[in-house]
């Protein structure tokens, strides 16, 4: 049974309600609804809830996909500034809203928008069968493996077991399930799990480094795998393919899957939603591929057409990919990897140099030397734990990097199953999304403030909470209470949280409810820790001292970006050049997790930089755990009708300042200009002049 309601909403209208996620989405109506319980199997795709209601109109509070179908033809797309008109007939429409959602309905249907908002109207009033489906996925069991690599293969085959489809509509994120969890025991228990019948093998020698590499390909491609050296592909028609590559093993595997993935996005086009999808026009002509027989051809033969490509001609064309995973080959690694396949992450084995402590610190201390000698930090004492071991990762083209192993890693975030688990170990909650803003020194007061007007700006379903002072006592009652983000400002050290009356580890909790946190103090690292083992999922933290100033900045950055609907991940990406010292500030945890959904449905930001005659303007998109590698994304320009694949930059255009500025007022959206974040198109304009 699902998690997912409907209720009235107080102002009019439908409000569908995802307690797991913490959505709230409401289909505002002319006069106040009663929904009225409906049957799920009335709908062709598998829906949590349903309910009917009757109305004239719906009314979206942002703009998303909607697909409507005639029987299985379909006959109308919606996105920015459409403008569709449908005779009297029975139409199923599909809603690619932060909740699936699917109506079904008898009427005339005109579905029109503009750039922000959407509306679906009927001929008259209209009975309308209303759907729901939540993109939570958990996984549906638990596999146990011991250490031995051979068994690890075993456990890694039972991943193509979640694909709810060997299609190319695989490529879609929410059709890939949540691989089964992996727990290391003294025994292999596989719980049943076997994967779908492919005919794909993948070979490679038994090490931990050859199995770890290759688990998100199996996982995609539904496939065995088993000892075998060189490593290679097999399929039950005679097809090989070896893995290990001129450019390497590791770098022959990620291609590989990135072209297999890319390729099932232009089949999928031909499928149940056929869309223009700009990848697919930019290099139909070259490929000179039959995308309509490669969709209906079983998945280890479109696997052939793929390999058959040469990277170089697609890679320019490629979304650039979300995560790449440096993972230690040690046994107790491979309760993570169910974690990454699920974000079809690129798995390397580390590539990596230790760094001295005294080398991360250098930049904090020239910082402080530029400064002056009297301007306060957030530190308060020097630690007494001793300094964490740092690593340096090699560089990878993804959007994001995570580190999962020993050490604490530069320039990526610090990833761990204790973070992943508690997210799965998340239950709903009732009542408003709530933050929290903790204030433990008033000298800090300026970022409180700048941030207590941030969070809850947007329509959102947020209960902002600013205390200050707080003693132990109260802070510890704090991180015990259900909290969906922790913004702490203050001073932290060896001890732990500086309050009124002393300091508070939070290695002595016995569990927290804070799910995410933003821990804005010096050398924040070990408490941030202390809270992942304690319940959170996820948070940002401090490797070093920080300036206050910079730390203000850094605040508000990571506030106005987490308020967007960006993950944690993303969020530091972006912000680290808010500062000279940005890269001091570390994800921890679940760097995935979001606390509020963008109201595109998908984060994006716009990177512009001054050109002669105006600006020369990126347009980037961030998956996320929702709209994950796969999703589609509709630039919001008017006339636009191509659908891009999302990650990265979507398109790169030229324009003027104050076009620029309309864009950003109309979208409601953040922008790098020239480095500095913005939030309002009007501080463009006053930064660069008249045009």
Same mark, same amino acid.
């Given at each position: 049974?699902?998690?997912?309601?409907?209720?009235?909403?107080?102002?009019?209208?439908?409000?569908?309600?995802?307690?797991?996620?913490?959505?709230?989405?409401?289909?505002?109506?002319?006069? !106040?609804?009663?929904?009225?319980?409906?049957?799920?199997? !009335?709908?062709?795709?598998?829906?949590?809830?349903?309910?009917?209601?009757?109305?004239?109109? $719906?009314?979206?509070?942002?703009? #998303?996909?909607?697909?409507?179908?005639?029987?299985?033809?379909?006959?109308?797309?919606?996105?920015? $500034?459409?403008?569709?008109?449908?005779?009297?007939? /029975?139409?199923?429409?599909?809603?690619?809203?932060?909740?699936?959602?699917?109506?079904?309905?008898?009427?005339? #249907?005109?579905?029109?928008?503009?750039?922000?908002?959407?509306?679906?109207?009927?001929?008259?009033?209209?009975?309308?069968?209303?759907?729901?489906?939540?993109?939570?996925?958990?996984?549906?069991?638990?596999?146990?493996?011991?250490?031995?690599?051979?068994?690890?293969?075993?456990?890694?085959?039972? $991943?193509?077991?979640?694909?709810?489809?060997?299609?190319?509509?695989?490529?879609?994120?929410?059709?890939?399930?949540?691989?089964?969890?992996?727990?290391?025991?003294?025994?292999?228990?596989?719980?049943?799990?076997?994967?779908?019948?492919?005919?794909?093998?993948?070979?490679?020698?038994?090490?931990?480094?050859?199995?770890?590499?290759?688990?998100?390909?199996?996982?995609?491609?539904?496939?065995?795998?088993?000892?075998?050296?060189?490593?290679?592909?097999?399929?039950?028609?005679? $097809?090989?393919?070896?893995?290990?590559?001129?450019?390497?093993?590791? /770098?022959?595997?990620?291609?590989?899957?990135?072209?297999?993935?890319?390729?099932?996005?232009?089949?999928?086009?031909?499928?149940?939603?056929?869309?223009?999808?700009?990848?697919?026009?930019?290099?139909?002509?070259?490929?000179?591929?039959?995308?309509?027989?490669?969709?209906?051809?079983?998945?280890?033969?479109?696997?052939?057409?793929?390999?058959?490509?040469?990277?170089?001609?697609?890679?320019?064309?490629?979304? +650039?990919?979300?995560?790449?995973?440096?993972?230690?080959?040690?046994?107790?690694?491979?309760?993570?990897?169910?974690?990454?396949?699920?974000?079809?992450?690129?798995?390397?084995?580390?590539?990596?140099?230790?760094?001295?402590?005294?080398?991360?610190?250098?930049?904090?201390?020239?910082?402080?030397?530029?400064?002056?000698?009297?301007?306060?930090?957030?530190?308060?004492?020097?630690?007494?734990?001793?300094?964490?071991?740092?690593?340096?990762?090699?560089?990878?083209?993804?959007?994001?990097?995570?580190?999962?192993?020993?050490?604490?890693?530069?320039?990526?975030?610090?990833?761990?199953?204790?973070?992943?688990?508690?997210?799965?170990?998340?239950?709903?909650?009732?009542?408003?999304? /709530?933050?929290?803003?903790?204030?433990?020194?008033?000298?800090?007061?300026?970022?409180?403030?700048?941030?207590?007007?941030?969070?809850?700006?947007?329509?959102?379903?947020?209960?902002?909470?600013?205390?200050?002072?707080?003693?132990?006592?109260?802070?510890?009652?704090?991180?015990?209470?259900?909290?969906?983000?922790?913004?702490?400002?203050?001073?932290?050290?060896?001890?732990?949280?500086?309050?009124?009356?002393?300091?508070?580890?939070?290695?002595?909790?016995?569990?927290?409810?804070?799910?995410?946190?933003?821990?804005?103090?010096? +050398?924040?690292?070990?408490?941030?820790?202390?809270?992942?083992?304690?319940?959170?999922?996820?948070?940002?933290?401090?490797?070093?001292?920080?300036?206050?100033?910079?730390?203000?900045?850094? =605040?508000?950055?990571?506030?106005?970006?987490?308020?967007?609907?960006?993950?944690?991940?993303?969020?530091?990406?972006?912000?680290?050049?808010?500062?000279?010292?940005?890269?001091?500030?570390?994800?921890?945890?679940?760097?995935?997790?979001?606390?509020?959904?963008?109201?595109?449905?998908?984060?994006?930001?716009?990177?512009?930089?001054?050109?002669?005659?105006?600006?020369?303007?990126?347009?980037?998109?961030?998956?996320?755990?929702?709209?994950?590698?796969?999703?589609?994304?509709?630039?919001?320009?008017?006339?636009?009708?191509?659908?891009?694949?999302?990650? =990265?930059?979507?398109?790169?255009?030229?324009?003027?300042?104050?076009?620029?500025?309309?864009?950003?007022?109309?979208?409601?959206?953040?922008?790098?200009?020239?480095?500095?974040?913005?939030?309002?198109?009007?501080?463009?304009?006053?930064?660069?002049?008249?045009?």
């Amino acid at each position: 049974m699902g998690t997912v309601f409907f209720e009235p909403d107080a102002e009019g209208g439908l409000a569908v309600v995802d307690p797991v996620e913490r959505h709230r989405y409401v289909l505002s109506t002319p006069e !106040s609804v009663t929904p009225e319980p409906a049957e799920t199997e !009335s709908f062709e795709r598998p829906v949590e809830a349903a309910v009917s209601v009757r109305t004239s109109s $719906f009314s979206l509070p942002n703009i #998303v996909l909607a697909t409507v179908r005639d029987g299985n033809d379909v006959v109308a797309h919606a996105e920015h $500034f459409a403008d569709e008109h449908l005779p009297e007939g /029975t139409y199923s429409i599909e809603l690619s809203a932060p909740i699936k959602l699917y109506f079904v309905v008898e009427s005339s #249907v005109d579905l029109t928008a503009d750039a922000e908002r959407m509306s679906i109207e009927f001929g008259e009033e209209a009975d309308v069968l209303v759907g729901a489906r939540s993109h939570h996925d958990r996984p549906a069991a638990t596999v146990t493996t011991t250490s031995d690599p051979e068994h690890m293969m075993q456990a890694i085959s039972t $991943f193509g077991s979640a694909l709810k489809t060997t299609s190319p509509e695989r490529s879609y994120p929410t059709l890939r399930g949540h691989p089964p969890t992996v727990e290391l025991g003294e025994e292999i228990d596989l719980a049943g799990l076997e994967p779908p019948d492919t005919g794909v093998t993948i070979e490679v020698p038994a090490d931990l480094r050859s199995v770890f590499v290759v688990a998100p390909l199996a996982y995609y491609l539904g496939a065995r795998v088993v000892p075998g050296d060189p490593p290679r592909i097999r399929t039950e028609t005679g $097809f090989e393919y070896e893995l290990d590559g001129p450019a390497g093993f590791e /770098t022959t595997v990620e291609r590989t899957l990135k072209r297999v993935f890319f390729l099932d996005c232009l089949c999928r086009s031909e499928g149940r939603s056929p869309v223009d999808l700009h990848e697919r026009s930019a290099l139909e002509s070259t490929l000179g591929l039959d995308f309509g027989a490669l969709y209906d051809r079983p998945l280890a033969a479109r696997l052939e057409a793929a390999l058959d490509i040469p990277y170089e001609t697609i890679e320019p064309h490629l979304p +650039q990919w979300k995560l790449t995973a440096h993972v230690e080959p040690t046994p107790d690694s491979v309760e993570m990897l169910p974690f990454l396949v699920d974000d079809l992450a690129v798995v390397r084995s580390p590539h990596t140099h230790e760094v001295a402590v005294s080398n991360v610190w250098a930049a904090t201390l020239d910082e402080f030397l530029r400064g002056s000698r009297s301007e306060t930090s957030r530190g308060v004492a020097a630690s007494s734990t001793d300094p964490p071991q740092f690593v340096r990762l090699a560089a990878a083209d993804s959007l994001e990097q995570a580190w999962i192993g020993d050490g604490t890693p530069l320039g990526a975030s610090k990833a761990t199953t204790e973070a992943h688990r508690n997210r799965l170990d998340r239950t709903p909650t009732e009542g408003d999304s /709530t933050v929290r803003v903790v204030c433990n020194n008033a000298e800090m007061g300026e970022e409180q403030g700048l941030v207590d007007t941030i969070y809850g700006d947007r329509d959102l379903p947020f209960d902002v909470a600013v205390e200050r002072d707080l003693t132990v006592d109260e802070l510890r009652e704090a991180l015990a209470e259900r909290t969906d983000l922790l913004h702490y400002i203050g001073h932290i050290d060896g001890t732990g949280f500086e309050c009124l009356d002393g300091a508070l580890d939070a290695a002595t909790l016995d569990s927290v409810g804070v799910d995410a946190f933003l821990l804005n103090a010096c +050398q924040s690292y070990e408490q941030g820790m202390s809270l992942i083992r304690k319940g959170s999922i996820g948070g940002i933290v401090t490797l070093s001292d920080v300036l206050n100033r910079n730390a203000v900045a850094m =605040g508000r950055a990571f506030a106005g970006l987490l308020n967007a609907g960006f993950p944690l991940r993303a969020a530091l990406e972006i912000a680290r050049d808010e500062i000279i010292v940005g890269g001091q500030y570390l994800v921890v945890g679940d760097g995935g997790f979001t606390i509020a959904h963008a109201e595109s449905g998908t984060p994006n930001l716009y990177v512009a930089e001054r050109a002669d005659d105006g600006l020369r303007v990126e347009h980037r998109t961030y998956p996320t755990a929702e709209r994950g590698m796969g999703s589609l994304f509709v630039p919001c320009v008017d006339g636009e009708s191509e659908y891009h694949l999302s990650s =990265g930059t979507v398109r790169t255009f030229e324009c003027s300042v104050a076009e620029l500025e309309r864009l950003l007022a109309a979208e409601g959206v953040p922008a790098k200009v020239d480095g500095d974040l913005h939030w309002d198109g009007r501080f463009v304009a006053a930064d660069y002049g008249p045009e």
